[in-house]
T-cell receptor
């Protein structure tokens, strides 16, 4: 595997289910991100982890719970979601250092909440 | 706070024609600017980035963008469109800290045969 991978690619869940999205980066980066991409809206940054510590949480509802066990893996735990949470969830990674770092994106998980 | 405006949510061109996708930004300090492309059912791929070096930036797949501070613009161009260029294109701005990427709403490019 190369780059940033995400599993599953598609997920359908009911509002009472609990599921998790997984992201893995094979680039040796030390920062990882979750974004939400909804139709007709700009990408929304949800969470940022740098060196496995959460450094950003953009007022995301508590039904979304991130976990970063190491610099290569990032999870997004989902529970009691709402239909409006249906979206494409993108993971990205970068190498944090002085100056500019490029974010590399995974293919995303298409989530449908029934 | 920074912001990005992409003019035109949908641009349609003929194969071989010039591609011009517009992006204007708002930032109180010198920005870093990016263009990403998203093909159907895929994540975002970096096309090019501006990092305060040359104002004309060349990217992959024949795309380039010019940073114009006086116009606060970073428009994306390609001289001759190819069918494979059909995708959604996102402009993004970062100020100071890389993880604070602010994206535009995207422009869907359609290429007609």
């Amino acid at each position: 595997e190369t780059g940033v991978t995400q599993t599953p690619r598609h997920l359908v869940m009911g509002m009472t289910n609990k599921k998790s999205l997984k992201c893995e980066q094979h680039l040796g980066h030390n920062a990882m991100y979750w974004y939400k991409q909804s139709a007709k809206k700009p990408l929304e940054l949800m969470f940022v982890y740098s060196l496995e510590e959460r450094v950003e949480n953009n007022s995301v509802p508590s039904r979304f719970s991130p976990e970063c066990p190491n610099s290569s893996h990032l999870f997004l735990h989902l529970h009691t979601l709402q239909p409006e949470d249906s979206a494409l969830y993108l993971c990205a990674s970068s190498q944090e250092r002085e100056g500019l770092d490029t974010q590399y994106f995974g293919p995303g998980t298409r989530l449908t909440v029934l | 706070a920074q912001s990005v405006t992409q003019l035109g949510s949908h641009v349609s061109v003929s194969e071989g024609a010039l591609v011009l996708l517009r992006c204007n930004y708002s930032s109180s300090v010198p920005p870093y600017l990016f263009w990403y492309v998203q093909y159907p059912n895929q994540g975002l791929q970096l096309l090019l980035k501006y990092t305060s070096a040359a104002t004309l930036v060349k990217g992959i797949n024949g795309f380039e963008a010019e940073f114009k501070k006086s116009e606060t613009s970073f428009h994306l161009t390609k001289p001759s469109a190819h069918m494979s260029d059909a995708a959604e294109y996102f402009c993004a701005v970062s100020v100071g800290s890389n993880y604070k990427l602010t994206f535009g709403k995207g422009t869907l490019l359609t290429v007609n045969p």
